[in-house]
């Protein structure tokens, strides 16, 4: 099935080097009177083909960390190396989808929007650009509307333009920042089980940030959960068993009540009983 | 406790789904139907006044004027005005308007860029265009080029202004997906912030059109024919001196109606094939 999407760097590297290498990264941002440090040496390492899942609650500098990846911050301290290169400046190479919606260009119709990162980095030409991208848009199930303007289209259908755009570029490592968090939640699980399904499909290598709990566990095959102000590794965890039919399973919840003890430092639950709605906070 | 109930959905049938609004309501949607019915109204109240007052030569009727304004139009001397007008007009505008694209570019790259822009702005913004006209013939003489310095004057610091401001406006997320694409320096400011700063742009250049078309007028009124042949102002000037009130307010209403014309076609067109049609501005 993932036979013809041979562009995709995950699918034909070996693992000797990691794609994604952040090593000791340190992140700090200025406000007007001081400079405050968002993430502290922060470590972990991207296989090809990895769904990781950066985790932790708001303030723990998930997203700054991001946004260091995709180049637009520059860390204090450490690297981030993408399959040996140092990242340094923005790049074609790592496709950014954000949470707002307002990601995409308004002028341009979705298949120009699709085609936009192709023709600005001069990856591919005009005709080219548009059966690659008419490609993607049928895999995230909008060909029929591919000549609307963004405005007219609902919150999961720019989510899904967005996703085929970056998926057009074939980058070697996707990075979605939140990228369901402005949904509803019952378009926000149909999101999550396209987005696993595009995986099963073309195998890119993704790092995807939330504040979910439920989310990591789903989206994710592997999850670093991070410490609250400043951003410190906190844990690492297996996720790969998990899909969207084991929400509410008994091991489903015995996890995301483990993360949920070590992302908020609660004394061990000796006794505790956790009710349902207690692992759903984050959601 | 009450009942559970599931029901059964037909199709629905007996209702039509969408219907027509009635013709009324229809045509009163039509903007240029409620306008023109405005423009209208002011016509017949303005005769309606002329005729209580009865002095051609300080308001002359609009029946007149309609009349004094066909026989300009039909004797191709009023269209000679506008063309004059209109040539100069366009030069002094598209100067202005490349200048000030260069000024906001260098604004949005430079720290100095920024500071060279904010502070021209306030020091020229407020200063009318019509003011540096005697300066302008004292340099330009009494050409062409003089209009159009003032011209420029008049459409730079306006169209910078709304054009900077734009470009500012222009969502963190934007710039981002843009810079992510490798878009860099003039690429970034063509492909990302000028089409997302349009409605602001636009609006500059609607204020610019109208500050220069104002400009003009003026300046041919005050300062008459530059060089021999004059426009539309020299025109209005000319027959206000010679008493021919009917003439005055047929140069008046074609100023107008050049106005009513440019903001009505060019710009209405072009704000619906983009902005509107982009989803940007209602």
Redesign the interface.
């Known amino acids: 099935m993932n036979a013809p999407l041979q562009g995709h760097a995950a699918s034909n590297l070996n693992t000797a080097q990691p794609l994604l290498a952040v090593d000791h990264v340190s992140l700090e941002y200025r406000t007007p009177e001081r400079v405050v440090r968002a993430t502290h040496q922060v470590s972990f390492e991207i296989d090809p083909a990895d769904r990781y899942v950066l985790l932790g609650p708001s303030g723990c500098g998930k997203s700054t960390l991001l ?1 260091s990846i ?1 180049g ?1 911050i520059k860390p204090c301290e450490g690297e981030i190396r993408l399959l040996g290169q140092k990242v340094e400046q ?3 190479d ?3 989808v ?1 949470q ?1 919606f ?2 995409l ?3 341009k119709t979705v298949i120009q929007n699709v085609m ?2 192709l023709l ?2 001069k990856t591919l030409k005009r005709r080219e650009a548009q059966e690659r991208a008419l490609y993607y848009l049928e895999k995230v199930g909008l060909s029929a509307f591919a000549d609307a ?4 289209l609902s919150g999961g259908m720019k989510a899904r333009v967005a996703i085929a755009r970056a998926l057009a ?1 074939q980058p070697k490592i996707l990075l979605m920042d939140e990228p369901f968090a402005a949904l509803d939640a019952l378009t926000r699980r149909k999101m999550q089980e396209e987005l696993l399904l595009l995986w099963e499909e073309v195998r890119f290598t993704l790092l995807f940030v939330t504040h979910s709990i439920e989310e990591a566990l789903v989206v994710g095959n592997r999850i670093l959960l991070l410490s609250p102000h400043p951003g410190r590794v906190r844990a690492e965890i297996h996720s790969h068993q998990y899909d969207l039919h084991s929400l509410g399973g008994v091991e489903f919840q015995a996890s995301a009540r483990r993360i949920h003890r070590l992302l908020f430092d609660e004394a061990p639950e000796a006794e505790r009983e956790l009710g349902f709605a207690d692992i759903r906070i984050a959601y | 406790m009450r009942q559970e109930f599931e029901v059964h959905l037909e199709p629905l049938l007996s209702v039509p789904v969408e219907r027509e609004l009635p013709l009324r309501q229809r045509l009163w949607q039509q903007g240029w139907l409620r306008k023109g019915l405005i423009l209208i109204v002011l016509a017949i109240l303005w005769e309606a006044v002329a005729r209580y007052q009865n002095n051609d030569l300080l308001l002359p009727s609009f029946l007149q004027t309609a009349q004094a304004l066909f026989d300009g139009l039909l004797s191709g001397e009023l269209l000679s005005k506008v063309s004059i007008s209109l040539a100069v007009l366009i030069k002094g505008y598209v100067i202005g308007i490349v200048l000030a694209f260069a000024l906001t570019t260098l604004a949005v790259s430079t720290q100095l860029g920024r500071d060279l822009l904010s502070t021209l702005t306030s020091m020229f913004n407020p200063l009318p265009a019509i003011a540096l006209l005697p300066l302008a013939l004292l340099w330009f003489g009494l050409g062409q080029n003089s209009l159009i310095f003032v011209l420029v004057h008049s459409v730079l610091w306006a169209l910078a202004l709304n054009t900077y401001s734009g470009f500012l406006g222009v969502s963190e997320t934007l710039r981002m997906a843009g810079r992510n694409y490798g878009l860099k320096g003039m690429r970034f400011v063509l492909f990302i912030l000028i089409p997302a700063a349009l409605p602001s742009i636009l609006a500059g250049l609607k204020i610019g059109w109208a500050f220069a078309w104002r400009t003009l007028i003026a300046a041919e009124l005050v300062f008459g024919a530059t060089s021999g042949k004059g426009g539309l102002g020299w025109y209005i000037f000319q027959n206000r001196n010679e008493l021919y009130t009917d003439k005055v307010f047929a140069g008046l209403a074609v100023v107008i109606l050049i106005g009513l014309l440019v903001e009505n076609l060019v710009f209405n067109t072009f704000e619906r094939l983009t902005v509107k049609r982009w989803g940007m501005q209602r």
């Open positions: 946004k995709a637009f923005p790049g074609p790592r496709i950014v954000f707002e307002d990601q260009p308004p002028w936009f990162p600005a980095s303007y963004p405005h007219t570029m």
